[in-house]
């Protein structure tokens, strides 16, 4: 048994925003917003996002529109003096994310899906021939390589430099990425994990309109069932520098 990191820090998403508007129901998405796949996404990245936007049609104001649009990860709280404060903000805890400051405000209004393939851990392995540690990743993934959807949270940032409310430069759009206490059947390898939810929960997660702090908890109770298997795979992971399919490859050292 090991223990991975306390965060989920870097994890693959591959698929395509025409296989993700079809698996989330979505109904606005901008083609030009494109995202290249990324079998090694990191803090600070662009990522894919699933929320749901309040409808802006005067004879529905309780309708809902879902969309699929790029954030960066690394969650900005509207009040931050400086963007940076996003890069040690890319996981909230399930189990205190309604308290912090940080996120309380958007964990009532705004909630997201995150899309994944699966996510990395790493185990320290002693060589016994020079006695240094290394870390070997593992790639952790649902058994039946369905999408993870990560619940998470996205905010808003206002640049004060820029001073035009409608210029594009003006706003920067982050989330952050829930996790929980691991409870995989792999042997609990990692003492946390991204709290993926069910299809049948995403609409209430995703709804702004369900802004009830204690029902939406009840969300969270519990990770997606389904169980999760893990390999070792390369240490060019260990890299942000590196990306593609070959860092999935089966590894033995």
Known sequence: MWNGG??????????GPSDLVQQFQVTVWHPEEALAPSWNVAPTDEVWAVLARAGRGADD???VERELRPLRWGLVPSWAKDPKAGARMINARVETVHEKPAYRRAFVKRRCLLPADGFYEWEPVKDEATGKT?????FIRPEDDQVMAMAGLYEYWRDPEVKQDDDPAAWLTTCTILTTEATDAAG????????????D????????HHQDPDDL?????????GRLTTRPVSPM?????????????????
């Open 188 to 199: 609990r390898i990692h003492p946390r994990m991204p709290l993926a939810l069910t299809p």
């Open 134 to 138: 290394r870390k070997q990743p593992y």
């Open 201 to 208: 929960h995403y609409e209430a997660w995703l709804d702004p």
């Open 217 to 225: 908890r009840a969300l969270l109770s519990q990770p997606a069932e």
């Open 6 to 15: 306390g965060m989920c820090g870097r994890y693959a998403s591959t698929r």
């Open 61 to 63: 104001p309780a309708s």
């Open 237 to 253: 992971v260990n890299s942000v520098r590196n990306n593609g399919p070959r860092l999935l490859d089966d590894f033995t050292a």
